[in-house]
């Protein structure tokens, strides 16, 4: 594993360096830095179909699979700047920056996915707004999720293992030991980041889109290291399911009108963000505040004025489901980006 030094910009070329400068930013190196990535050929996702369908050609399984990758992309985007994972966050301009393109060689369905521009903006739209080792962990674990080969691995291994089916050669989804400590340390990070734990949870649907398009191939490899039949991908496949995703709603609200319960201990309150047109139901326990977040919510509720609210939440097709307010905050100060040394 390359041994990564603290800079103001940080040169990302391979998985391998990644993951190393994932593990920097546990270790403290990048704490106090001002970080931005500079990203060469990577994230680089490479997908190989082989059979008659497949000579150059984009079979409209494979089109919409791309449109849940750049949908994956965009969630991504969203929850990292604007902490919502929800696309109507995104300006227009947004969308077309954080547009990929996928280019197609004939011969066989050789499809390679550059996210080298997406991760770029991210990274220049998270400067000043995240300390330089968020900004590592965060970017580099969502596109270590979204492209990692070995991820692939991992997954048919547990849905093969789930749906109790015995495939051929299954020892080739089991991990290297330099993929199992992949593995972990992607593991670690989801375990302190809230954005690479969320973009990990959704993007299982993602695997899923690549493996039905693969149904009618012969083969199909991912980044040119796991192969498997369309009959395997059809085996292994679970159809996506429509379900709530737990998100973090955290920002500047206003409180537009609340609805106190019978027992006064619980309200079911009207918020909207500050940075949106988008209003919501939330409720809040009287019980889950301190006496100073209280004051802060009565007072921000009576003058109309902008508060901090932490919010969980459920969403489903870009509509909150159900939200909680658990917290009643003082502005957060942006961190300030600090001189390279």
């Avoid at 391998?16 to 990577?42: H, M, N, P, Q």
């Avoid at 066989?108 to 995240?130: C, H, P, Q, R, Y």
């Avoid at 030991?177 to 299982?204: P, Y």
């Avoid at 409720?283 to 921000?300: H, I, Y």
């Amino acid at each position: 594993m390359p041994e990564i030094e603290p800079h103001e910009i940080l040169r990302v070329d391979s998985e391998e360096t990644a993951i190393a400068a994932i593990k920097a930013a546990f270790d403290s190196v990048y704490e106090g830095e001002s970080v931005r990535l500079d990203f060469d050929d990577w994230p680089l996702l490479k997908l190989k179909y082989t059979g008659d369908k497949f000579d150059g050609t984009i079979t409209p399984d494979i089109a919409q699979a791309i449109v849940d990758l750049q949908e994956v992309l965009n969630r991504t985007y969203a929850l990292a700047v604007n902490h919502t994972s929800s696309l109507r966050s995104l300006s227009d301009d947004d969308r077309r920056d954080l547009q990929v393109t996928a280019t197609v060689e004939e011969g066989s369905s050789l499809i390679e996915v550059n996210l080298g521009d997406w991760a770029t903006k991210l990274s220049l739209d998270l400067a000043g707004k995240m300390a330089g080792t968020d900004i590592v962990v965060t970017i580099l674990g969502c596109a270590v999720i979204v492209t990692a080969g070995w991820i692939y691995k991992y997954h048919l291994k547990n849905r093969s293992e789930e749906k109790k089916l015995t495939l051929e050669n299954d020892g080739r989804f089991n991990l290297s030991q330099e993929e199992t400590e992949r593995l972990r340390i992607v593991t670690e990070a989801m375990k302190g980041n809230s954005v690479v734990r969320e973009v990990a949870s959704f993007s299982e649907g993602l695997r899923d889109s690549f493996l039905k398009s693969a149904f009618d191939a012969e083969s199909f490899t991912v980044q040119g290291d796991l192969t498997i039949t369309g009959e395997e991908a059809r085996r292994t496949y679970r159809s996506k399911r429509r379900e709530p995703i737990e998100v973090q709603l955290n920002g500047t609200y206003f409180i537009r009108s609340f609805t106190w319960a019978e027992d006064q201990q619980s309200a079911r309150v009207k918020v909207q963000r500050e940075d949106k047109n988008s209003e919501f139901i939330a409720d809040l326990s009287v019980s889950a505040l301190n006496t100073e977040q209280r004051s802060r919510f009565k007072d921000a509720t009576f003058d109309q004025a902008r508060v901090y609210l932490q919010i969980n939440a459920t969403v489903l097709n870009d509509q909150v489901t159900t939200a909680t307010i658990i917290s009643v905050d003082e502005q957060p100060q942006s961190p300030q980006m600090q001189p390279s040394s």
